[in-house]
């Protein structure tokens, strides 16, 4: 089990950038070489770009987006990626009552907004192979867990040889359902009482597209992964 796990204090990052080269020095030797560090816009790709930095990793994204339930926002019944495949938490729609006709919908918003991510972000750029590599699935913290549970399983599906995901911060009680869908879970605080990842944070400024377009496209014209 990892040194951090149950503790109950809330650690304060100053900002990603610190929070991502902490989350680096966890990671350390563990996964160079044939790693991919794939990043959640918009705000994990500031982690994912320092992560990749620091270990000499390639770097790309992934756009999983969060289903909104009905009546509360920021509640995910779930989450889709940019081909339409799904995580849906059905505990939380059977306790919600929300329609089928309703999920449908917002499927459709959702993976339509996906797809604009992964294609204005890349600009075209080819997408890296998957299959028979060592996967970094980067955010700047994880609230429900929906969105990551979407994309760990689309990417079980493209055959990597492992998933290792990598946060900040992650609620104690959606620690362990995570562990059993990757290989292992690096992270820096795991508190038992969460309100939002925010409030973690010293600074947690918005991350637009322009930020996000910038630092990949940074990343990809420097011609080297090393600092």
Same mark, same amino acid.
Not at 40 to 45: K, L
Not at 100 to 122: T, V
Not at 207 to 212: G, P
């Given at each position: 089990m990892?040194?951090?796990?149950?503790?109950?204090h809330?650690?304060?990052?100053k900002d990603?950038?610190e929070?991502?080269?902490?989350?680096?020095?966890?990671?350390?030797?563990?996964?160079?070489?044939?790693?991919?560090?794939?990043a959640?816009?918009r705000?994990?790709?500031?982690? %994912?770009?320092?992560?990749?930095r620091? +270990?000499? #990793?390639?770097?790309?994204?992934l756009?999983? $987006? @969060?289903l909104?339930?009905?009546?509360?926002?920021e509640?995910?019944?779930?989450?889709?990626?940019?081909?339409?495949?799904?995580?849906?938490?059905?505990?939380?729609?059977?306790?919600?009552?929300v329609s089928?006709?309703?999920?449908?919908?917002?499927k459709?918003?959702?993976?339509?907004?996906?797809?604009?991510?992964?294609e204005?972000?890349r600009n075209?750029?080819k997408?890296?192979?998957i299959?028979?590599?060592?996967v970094?699935l980067a955010?700047? %913290?994880i609230?429900?867990?929906?969105? +990551?549970? #979407?994309a760990v399983r689309w990417?079980?599906? $493209? @055959?990597?040889?492992?998933?290792?995901l990598?946060?900040?911060?992650?609620?104690?009680?959606i620690?362990?359902?995570?562990r059993?869908e990757v290989?292992?879970?690096?992270?820096?605080d795991?508190?038992?009482?969460?309100?939002?990842?925010?409030?973690?944070?010293?600074?947690?400024?918005?991350?637009?597209?322009t930020?996000?377009?910038e630092?990949?496209?940074?990343?990809w014209?420097?011609?080297s992964?090393?600092?």
């Amino acid at each position: 089990m990892d040194d951090d796990a149950g503790q109950m204090h809330e650690r304060m990052f100053k900002d990603r950038t610190e929070a991502a080269n902490l989350l680096a020095a966890k990671i350390g030797a563990r996964l160079r070489g044939n790693a991919l560090v794939l990043a959640i816009p918009r705000g994990g790709v500031v982690i %994912g770009y320092g992560i990749a930095r620091s +270990i000499g #990793a390639d770097l790309d994204i992934l756009t999983p $987006r @969060k289903l909104r339930d009905p009546d509360e926002p920021e509640l995910a019944i779930g989450a889709v990626m940019h081909d339409g495949s799904l995580f849906l938490n059905h505990s939380i729609i059977i306790a919600r009552q929300v329609s089928m006709q309703y999920i449908a919908r917002e499927k459709e918003l959702q993976m339509n907004e996906s797809r604009r991510r992964l294609e204005e972000y890349r600009n075209g750029r080819k997408y890296p192979d998957i299959a028979d590599r060592d996967v970094i699935l980067a955010d700047d %913290g994880i609230a429900t867990g929906a969105t +990551i549970m #979407a994309a760990v399983r689309w990417l079980e599906a $493209r @055959k990597p040889s492992s998933v290792t995901l990598a946060v900040p911060v992650i609620p104690l009680e959606i620690t362990n359902t995570i562990r059993q869908e990757v290989d292992d879970v690096i992270y820096l605080d795991s508190p038992a009482v969460f309100y939002g990842i925010g409030q973690f944070y010293r600074s947690f400024e918005q991350v637009t597209d322009t930020d996000v377009k910038e630092l990949l496209q940074k990343y990809w014209e420097s011609g080297s992964t090393q600092p």
